[in-house]
């Protein structure tokens, strides 16, 4: 299996900008989905395959990729997208990871 | 609309056993991968297991290889995770998830081992 790093916890202002990391080796080949996590609610999808975003996320979400790095940004962020935020990716054979998880704080 | 919806967790003893179900609708059942996550209090997400569209197919995370089954009925668009001799650590939040550019997920059914 592999790992995937996140940071425990990032910390932005309204309307500031939040990235959020996510590191591992197999991220240079596999794609990386983003999941957002409130208290008590099951997950939702927010980005898929690196940088796209499901139609019903709004355009301040966004994702990139650079080698064994793939960060989640929240552009303008609100005081709603205070979350837990978990990436994920798979090796070849469909064997699945999750990062950590991190923790926004929306202060 | 996918609607995934889970049951049958609940309270069980260290060693027993427990049957978890997932129905699914707005979608053909028979074409997805379909994979059970879990979550311990307070902690994050684990991929659990999964199963391809008929069934060939099975992945297991390392910790519950030879206690955990997962199955499915495609008749029925339902997904099973058989769990035996279950431990205190596999107390958690079970989600049941479609697989397909991310996964669709269940509400939940939450699973508590302790004596």
């Known amino acids: 299996s592999f790992d995937l790093t996140q940071p425990p916890s990032v910390s932005v202002s309204p309307g500031q900008t939040a990235r959020i990391t996510c590191s591992g080796n197999v991220l240079p080949k596999q794609y990386a989905y983003w999941y957002q996590q409130k208290p008590g609610q099951s997950p939702v999808l927010v980005i898929y395959?690196?940088?796209e975003r499901p139609s019903n996320i709004p355009e301040r979400f966004s994702g990139s990729s650079s080698g064994t790095i793939v960060t989640l940004t929240i552009t303008g962020v609100q005081a709603e997208d205070e979350a837990d935020y978990f990436c994920?990716?798979?090796?070849?054979?469909?064997?699945?990871?999750f990062g950590g998880g991190t923790k926004l704080t929306v202060l | 609309e996918v609607q995934l919806v889970e049951s049958g967790g609940g309270l069980v003893q260290p060693g027993g056993s427990l049957r978890l179900s997932c129905e699914v609708s707005?979608?053909?059942?028979?074409?997805?991968?379909m994979s059970w996550v879990r979550q311990a209090p307070g902690k994050g997400l684990e991929w659990v297991a999964n199963m391809n569209g008929d069934g060939s197919e099975t992945h297991y995370v390392d910790s519950v290889k030879g206690r955990f089954t997962i199955s499915r009925d495609n008749a029925n668009n339902s997904l099973y995770l058989q769990m035996s001799n279950l431990r205190p650590e596999d107390t958690g939040v079970y989600y049941c998830?479609?697989?397909?550019?991310?996964?669709?997920w269940g509400q939940g059914t939450p699973v508590t081992v302790s004596s």
């Open positions: 707005g979608l053909t059942f028979s074409r997805f991968w």
């Open positions: 994920q990716s798979a090796d070849p054979t469909g064997f699945w990871v």
């Open positions: 998830a479609r697989e397909g550019g991310g996964f669709d």
């Open positions: 395959k690196d940088d």
